[in-house]
Structures are given as C-alpha cells and as structure tokens.
DNA sequence: TATAATCCTACTATTCCGATAGGATTTAAA
DNA sequence: TTTAAATCCTATCGGAATAGTAGGATTATA
C-alpha cells in the first residue's frame, strides 16, 4: 500500500501544477482542498522543495510554486523521493540496491525473477506518466 | 517493500514444490535451507495451508506438500494471502475496495488514474506467473 | 510594526512487522 | 504403551515505521 506521504505528496504536486503561472500557493489552501493535515503537509513540500520539484516564497504572499515543467516530471522520480524504492525487495533495486540479508546467492533464489518484473513493469508504467498526465481532464 | 511474510511463504511454498511427489517436507528442513526463523514460518506455514495452497500431516514423519499443481498456482493469489491487496490504494482495488478517507469524488482523484496502471501491470504479471515459474531451471 | 507565510526540530501516538514463548495435539515407531 | 517428532494454536513483545502534532524561528509584505 502506498503511504499518505506519497499519496498527499502526489496530490499536492498535482494542486501546484493546476495552478501554474498564477501566484504561489499556500499550504492552507492545498490542505484544504485535498483534506489533509496542514502540520504533515508542511514536511512533505519540505520534501519536494528540498528534491527540487518545488519552489517557495516565504512571507506574506508566498508559497509554493513549481520549478520544473509538469511533463518533465516523471513519476518515477517523485515515487523515490517520497515511497523510497520501487523494487519490492532491495536485492533487484537499481538506484537503492542491497544484498538481502537471507538469500546466500541471488541467482539461485526462488523469487528473484518475479520480482525483476514486478520492478520493471512498474518501472515502464513510472517512467511513461509525468506530472501533466495527474492533471489531464 | 515486500514483507518477509509474503517473501518467506514464496520460498517455502517453492521448496515443497519442488519437493513434490515425495514425503512430506518438514518445516525444520525449509527453515534451515531458506534462512528463515522456524517459529515464524510455521505461522506462515499455517497460513498456506488454511488458503488451500498446502496440505499437513502431523505426527513423526509428517510435514506439508502441495494440494494443487503448482502451474495452477497463480502467483496474485498467493500475494493476495500473504501481502493483501494488490493495488497501492484501497479504493482501486479489485479484491479489497474500499473509500478512500479522502477524497470526496475517485472520478475527480488526479492520482486514480496512475493507481489503475500500477495495478493493472501488477497484476498482468502477478496472472501470467505461478508457482512453477517460481522452480524453473 | 503587524501579519502571513515558510522553515525547522523535536516529539508523540499508533500501528504493523518480525519474531518468540509455551504449550496442546496428533502420529509413527520403538 | 511409551517416546519422540511433528504440526497446531494463541498470546505476547520489542522495535521500527507511519502519521501526525507542537512550538517556535525566520522571512517577506503591506
């Protein structure tokens, strides 16, 4: 199951991107909107400020807003950012690989080939959808 | 991540199968051959077996075989056992639906239709695979 | 100067995961 | 008939992760 960090992640990305070149949006408003806590939202576009997906203004007027384009987003990369790996066990990860801590070798291990395609099925489907295509219609 | 539940009863469930056509196989031997505490693979051992995935007999010289072939075995069934739903969001679920907290309105939700691919690609693999791809070569 | 916003750190409550404990039950073999 | 070997079952527990909260520091606008 996916967790509320990405889930109201994903959303809030898609509430900026909604409303790009108007002014900066505020955390209130998106919480608002998207029924989530204010105090947890705030650390999550702390998140995706620091990972570079977002930009702010403080003070009086400020907000969010986004820095890069919403079809050069790939929902892949925000995946990582907020849930972590899309592998379902490290040992198939490409960008956070670990030996997995039973398995005394991997290409003898009973699950290792289903798992390679679960990662890259959900691999194609994270790299074909981009920001823009959350806010289509 | 995958749990170690669901990655424990996969190999345990390969190791009966291929053990098939001989005497039962015991939980001890599994355990030792797949690195995995004994205790917690019994619980999981019961598990498959009140699925209807695995067959016991108690006693000296008993243990667990395999009460279905195992091309029949599809591997979404036993993930849905051990790990539960396939989709990463409750409410697009095929199996295991339910509202999601939030959002007002699925048909407004700007992640619905991304948690639709998942799932969907998920379980295109999660069909065409079973538990004798799991023991090939 | 007052207000509105983000920024930041730390804390907390709850849930889930992985594992363990301790026996009850059943069966086969000595 | 006894003993050993196996599953069965329920309960519990520690630790980690998740989801959320608290409280203020900082910055910018009007």
Do not use: W
């Amino acid at each position: 199951m996916l967790s509320k960090k990405t889930k109201y992640g994903l959303k809030a990305l898609a509430y900026v991107a909604k409303h790009k070149g108007e002014d900066p949006v505020q955390i209130g408003a998106i919480a608002k909107s998207e029924n989530i806590s204010q105090k947890f939202l705030e650390s999550i576009m702390l998140t995706l400020r620091k990972a570079g997906f977002l930009g702010s203004k403080k003070g009086k007027g400020g907000g969010y807003y986004l820095r890069r384009q919403p079809e050069d987003i790939k929902m892949v990369e925000v995946m990582r950012i907020l849930e972590g790996p899309v592998s379902l066990v490290p040992c198939v990860s490409l960008n956070f690989y670990e030996r997995c801590d039973d398995c005394p070798d991997e290409t003898t291990c009973s699950v290792h080939s289903l798992m390679v395609q679960l990662r890259d099925s959900n691999l194609s489907v994270l790299n074909k959808n981009t920001l823009a295509d959350l806010i289509k219609e």
